[in-house]
């Protein structure tokens, strides 16, 4: 099997946990994901099989989408509903203000990674380092915002205040530092009560398949109706091969080509995807072949 299955995870599996799921139900261990969703985050999980991992690079760089709740007048030690969580007893600020906050996070901007995160310092990840008692100091990390639409606002639990948000975002940006930063901008502290990934990798929400889904397709012996051609996925440039250019492509040979601006294209032969290359001076280089075997 090649492709992209666009999975729903459910809160509470990680995305490791769906990794073995699809490893399970294909019989195949050559499986991957595209952009790991935390434990109690849910929605779009793109799961690669077989040769379409070699793409994964290309489909977790690029935008994203998320509905969110932030929660105002508390703070957590992982910036989510994890916790532990600490009331901060402060007044929660007006609607107005809340989105004046907001909007001070529209941009690229330097953002500070979560302390209990995958991220490195000093050969440490982040989350090792927390929960042994001594977190590290994990640099800053340049993130793109497009845009946070204010959907609502409105009271939680013990007087704090429940905002919920549409944020569309760059590769890297995590949602729980928008939620800490802006809390704290705000004076009354802040972390992530919920997140739902709505869209990753040219993949909704609203087209995507939850396990027990999969379960299903997998006894009826329909799962490949659930895996999706990876090649019309691949945010880059198409360009088709004659045949004698295609093998060329695929024994790793260059080739000069016409039409083609510089740069990374998707290369296809015949409707087949071969992989990816790189166009410089008319000149076709491959940069990621798909086996022959993949495709067949």
Do not use: W
Request: hydrophobic share 40%.
């Amino acid at each position: 099997m090649l492709g992209v299955v666009n999975l729903d995870k459910p809160v509470g599996p990680t995305s490791h946990d769906m990794v073995g799921l699809l490893r399970r139900l294909t019989g195949t261990r050559r499986i991957g994901h595209a952009g790991t969703l935390d434990p109690l985050a849910s929605g779009v999980l793109p799961i690669l099989v077989g040769a379409a991992t070699r793409f994964s690079e290309e489909l977790t760089g690029g935008s994203k989408r998320y509905e969110a709740v932030v929660r105002l007048g508390a703070r957590s030690a992982t910036d989510d509903a994890e916790g532990p969580i600490e009331a901060t007893g402060a007044l929660t600020p007006s609607r107005e203000a809340v989105r004046e906050s907001l909007d001070a996070f529209i941009g690229t901007f330097e953002q500070r990674p979560p302390a209990f995160s995958a991220r490195k310092a000093g050969g440490q990840k982040g989350y090792r380092a927390a929960r042994s008692g001594a977190p590290i100091d994990i640099p800053p990390r340049t993130v793109t915002v497009e845009a946070i639409d204010l959907l609502g606002v409105q009271p939680g639990p013990d007087g704090q205040l429940d905002v919920a948000i549409d944020v569309r975002c760059g590769a890297g940006t995590y949602i729980r530092s928008i939620a800490r930063d802006v809390g704290d901008a705000l004076g009354c502290g802040g972390y992530l009560a919920s997140l739902r990934r709505t869209e990753a990798a040219g993949l909704r929400a609203s087209d995507a398949i939850r396990p027990e889904r999969l379960e299903e397709l997998a006894a009826a012996g329909r799962l490949a109706e659930a895996v999706l051609p990876v090649g019309a996925l691949l945010p880059l440039p198409r360009v088709d091969l004659d045949p004698e250019s295609a093998r060329a492509f695929r024994n790793g040979s260059a080739r000069p080509i016409g039409g083609a601006a510089a740069g990374r294209v998707v290369v296809f032969g015949h409707q087949v995807l071969l992989g990816i290359g790189s166009v410089t001076d008319g000149v076709l280089k491959p940069d990621k072949v798909v086996p022959v075997a993949a495709t067949e």
